[in-house]
Structure formats: structure tokens, C-alpha cells
């Protein structure tokens, strides 16, 4: 089993920047492909971004997509989400979450972290 602890959560002004971090313990991440999804009050949670195992692939929402970087250090077992042009539409609960190989399910998640942006 993985256990994931988000931090890096925080309030910031509309165009600022966040890093997030997931920390994970219990086993290696290296074993698996690595997500980050959010949660907004009254929303259905949304994937916002991906990494496979070895971090040669990345994949993200059209909404993230040039603002926020996905990475990941194997060594360290942790996975960063850098959230850069933040806007008030970002504001939500940030959660990362592991995922099998040649599986489409997630299927240990952290407690996540909260993410507010003001306008």
C-alpha cells in the first residue's frame, strides 16, 4: 500500500504561483504512473494532470495546460505539481493519487491539499 500526503497548498492572488508536493511512503512511486486531480466546492472531482512511472510522458487538462508542470523524483518518492498564472477557476482541493501500470484506475489517493486563488 501507498500512503500520499499532499502540501504546498495556500491562498495566492489570481497570476501567482503555487508548488505542491505529494510525499509518498509505504512503497516506491517508482512502480507506478503518478496524478494530480481537484475538487472544487459543489464540483465533481477532475484529473488535472499525469505522469507515467518514469517521467517520460505528461499529460494535462486543455484548463492547466501551459500553466501547470507535472514532475516527479523517484529518489525522493515524491511527485510536484508547479501551478504557475494561477486563476480563481484553480481554486480547488488539490489530490494526487497512483495508478498501476497497464491500469486506468487510480487507486490510492492523499487527503489533499487546499489550493485558493483570489481575484
Known amino acids: 500500500q501507498v500512503q500520499l500526503v499532499e502540501s504546498g497548498g495556500g491562498l495566492v492572488q489570481a497570476g501567482g504561483s503555487l508548488r505542491l508536493s505529494c510525499a509518498a511512503s509505504g512503497r516506491t512511486i517508482s512502480a507506478y504512473h503518478m496524478g494530480w486531480f481537484r475538487q472544487a466546492p459543489g464540483k465533481e472531482r477532475e484529473f488535472v494532470c499525469s505522469i507515467t512511472w518514469n517521467g517520460d510522458s505528461t499529460y494535462y487538462a486543455d484548463s492547466v495546460k501551459g500553466r501547470f508542470t507535472i514532475s516527479r523524483d523517484n529518489a525522493k518518492n515524491t511527485v510536484y505539481l508547479q501551478m504557475n498564472s494561477l486563476k480563481p477557476e484553480d481554486t480547488a482541493t488539490y489530490y494526487c493519487?497512483?495508478?498501476?501500470?497497464?491500469?486506468?484506475?487510480?487507486?490510492?489517493w492523499g487527503q489533499g491539499t487546499q489550493v485558493t486563488v483570489n481575484s
Open positions: 493519487a497512483v495508478r498501476r501500470l497497464r491500469q486506468n484506475e487510480y487507486i490510492y
